[in-house]
Nanobody
């Protein structure tokens, strides 16, 4: 299933944004869900992962302490709270499932190419 990210926008450095991830009205897959981003002219960067049943979360060093991922299976949503935003956080942000695992083994995984959905753009001005 393709997950849809929303909630991006333009924010000043030091500000906050809260991104949301849904399965377009469907139940979230019983899989770990990760957040990735892609800045202009750069590859996709894994940021965090949250488990489906254990709720454990993991973060890349680049966002640890600033970003927090949460998951509400009953409501079918995953959120990424982003605080203390920096210009280098400017990117398109995506949420995506890990087909191979229900829970995370660290913050990074390799998603299936078929699972990439629409991202949301975040722009942080200096």
């Amino acid at each position: 299933v393709q997950l849809q990210a929303s909630g991006g926008g333009l924010v000043q450095a030091g500000g906050s944004l809260r991104l949301s991830c849904t399965a377009s009205g469907l139940t979230l897959p019983d899989r770990a869900i990760g957040w990735f981003r892609q800045a202009p002219d750069k590859g996709r960067e894994p940021l965090s992962c949250i488990g489906a049943s254990d709720g454990k979360s993991y973060y890349a060093d680049s966002v640890k302490g600033r970003f927090t991922v949460s998951r509400d299976n009953a409501k079918g949503t995953v959120h990424l709270q982003m605080n203390s935003l920096r210009p280098e956080d400017t990117a398109d942000y995506f949420c995506i499932q890990d087909r191979a695992r229900a829970n995370c083994e660290g913050y990074a995984f390799i998603p299936s190419m078929d699972d990439w959905g629409q991202g949301t753009q975040v722009t942080v001005s200096s």
